[in-house]
């Protein structure tokens, strides 16, 4: 009667990382023994849990050219934030900011427009920022 | 890959041999027992192999491919093997709790990766995420096959000291396999 895996054996067989002979007769154990298989299970669920980790866990530096970029298009998009959040900015300021493209449409005699004196309704408020 | 694509016997054999314990694996993870993922594994080969004379496989992604070929192929099992035993499909659907957990755990696993050193977390990535051999990513980082694996085993251990998911219970006799009928 073989001896039944170890938690090395098992991590090791599923990580590939036996020789062909023991990892056969590991396997071969394991086949006739509902415990061992099921260790091998946990271990596979496991080795499947850390794939996504490392694939998840990536945070991918920006190239040096990404950089440069980044940096005023932050700045532009805190800019453009600020400007369509400011209840007491005319409307025409925030047109000849070319911003308006991406304003949220309102519908003709909608009384919650923006009319340039009252502060924006709540949910253009909120909405404002995402659709730059 | 492009010989394999091409219909090269020989090529394909190398990706068989590459990738099928990584299928496997996959299998032993969704629940399949180890005759079961075996059998499957050859199965999904077979297909493919098939799709490949046909000309219906546009991309040859490995071992992604060869491992959702393989989970269709279980599905498939489960559901006859269901039918069999009289169960609805439903019963066999897991429930939203363990995903909720499995995030929390990959939550935790993410940040304990993220604390190991750059270079270990580089070797693990390309070993675990990439499926890179061994001996290659040795290369590619300029460390010995040796030294590769002792870093692996040692990610692995920290990581896995990061889960408290429970263990099968151990018997200390070998347990008769149960018979699924």
Same mark, same amino acid.
């Given at each position: 009667?073989?001896?039944?895996?170890?938690?090395?054996?098992?991590? %090791?067989?599923?990580?590939?990382?036996?020789? !062909?002979?023991?990892?056969?007769?590991?396997?071969?154990?394991?086949?006739?023994?509902?415990?061992?298989?099921?260790?091998? %299970?946990?271990?596979?669920? @496991?080795?499947?849990?850390?794939?996504?980790?490392? /694939?998840?866990?990536? @945070? /991918?530096?920006?190239?040096?050219?990404? /950089?440069? @970029?980044?940096?005023?298009?932050?700045?532009?998009?805190?800019?453009?934030?600020?400007?369509?959040?400011?209840?007491?900015?005319?409307?025409?300021?925030?047109? +000849?900011?070319? @911003?308006?493209?991406?304003? !949220?449409?309102?519908?003709?005699? +909608?009384?919650?427009?923006?009319?340039?004196?009252?502060?924006? !309704?709540?949910?253009? %408020?909120?909405?404002?920022?995402?659709?730059? | 890959?492009?010989?394999?694509?091409?219909?090269?016997?020989?090529?394909?054999?190398?990706?068989?041999?590459?990738?099928?314990?990584?299928?496997?694996?996959?299998?032993?993870?969704?629940?399949?027992?180890?005759?079961?993922?075996?059998?499957?594994? $050859?199965?999904?080969?077979?297909?493919?192999?098939? #799709?490949? =004379?046909?000309?219906?496989? &546009?991309?040859?992604?490995? *071992?992604?491919?060869?491992?959702? $070929?393989?989970?269709?192929?279980?599905?498939?099992?489960?559901?006859?093997?269901?039918?069999? =035993?009289?169960?609805?499909? &439903?019963?066999?659907?897991?429930?939203?709790?363990?995903?909720? &957990?499995?995030?929390?755990?990959?939550?935790?696993?993410?940040?304990?990766?993220?604390?190991?050193?750059?270079?270990? $977390?580089?070797?693990?990535? =390309?070993?675990?995420?990439?499926?890179?051999?061994?001996?290659?990513?040795?290369?590619?980082?300029?460390?010995?096959?040796?030294?590769?694996? $002792?870093?692996?085993?040692?990610?692995?251990?920290?990581?896995?000291?990061?889960?408290?998911?429970? #263990? *099968?219970?151990?018997?200390?006799?070998?347990? *008769?396999?149960?018979?699924?009928?």
């Amino acid at each position: 009667m073989s001896p039944h895996l170890t938690d090395t054996d098992a991590a %090791q067989w599923i990580a590939g990382t036996l020789a !062909p002979p023991e990892a056969d007769a590991l396997e071969a154990h394991a086949r006739t023994c509902t415990t061992c298989e099921a260790l091998l %299970q946990h271990e596979a669920r @496991v080795e499947a849990l850390l794939g996504v980790a490392a /694939r998840q866990s990536v @945070v /991918r530096p920006l190239r040096p050219r990404a /950089r440069w @970029v980044a940096l005023p298009l932050t700045a532009l998009a805190a800019a453009l934030a600020l400007l369509l959040l400011r209840p007491d900015l005319p409307a025409s300021t925030a047109a +000849d900011a070319g @911003v308006t493209a991406s304003l !949220p449409e309102v519908p003709a005699g +909608d009384e919650t427009h923006f009319d340039g004196e009252a502060p924006p !309704p709540e949910a253009f %408020q909120a909405r404002a920022p995402f659709s730059l | 890959m492009s010989r394999a694509r091409a219909g090269d016997r020989s090529a394909w054999g190398v990706l068989v041999e590459r990738h099928t314990h990584r299928v496997r694996v996959a299998l032993l993870a969704d629940g399949l027992g180890l005759d079961d993922s075996r059998e499957l594994a $050859q199965a999904t080969w077979v297909l493919l192999w098939e #799709k490949q =004379l046909r000309g219906e496989l &546009e991309r040859l992604e490995l *071992p992604g491919l060869a491992i959702a $070929q393989a989970r269709f192929l279980a599905m498939d099992l489960r559901r006859r093997r269901a039918r069999e =035993l009289d169960r609805d499909d &439903e019963e066999l659907a897991p429930s939203p709790a363990p995903r909720v &957990e499995a995030a929390q755990t990959l939550q935790r696993l993410e940040a304990a990766l993220r604390e190991r050193p750059a270079l270990q $977390q580089r070797i693990f990535r =390309l070993a675990v995420d990439e499926q890179r051999p061994h001996a290659e990513i040795a290369h590619a980082v300029g460390l010995s096959l040796q030294r590769v694996r $002792q870093i692996l085993w040692e990610v692995r251990r920290a990581l896995r000291a990061t889960l408290d998911e429970p #263990k *099968p219970p151990r018997s200390a006799a070998l347990s *008769p396999r149960e018979d699924p009928s």
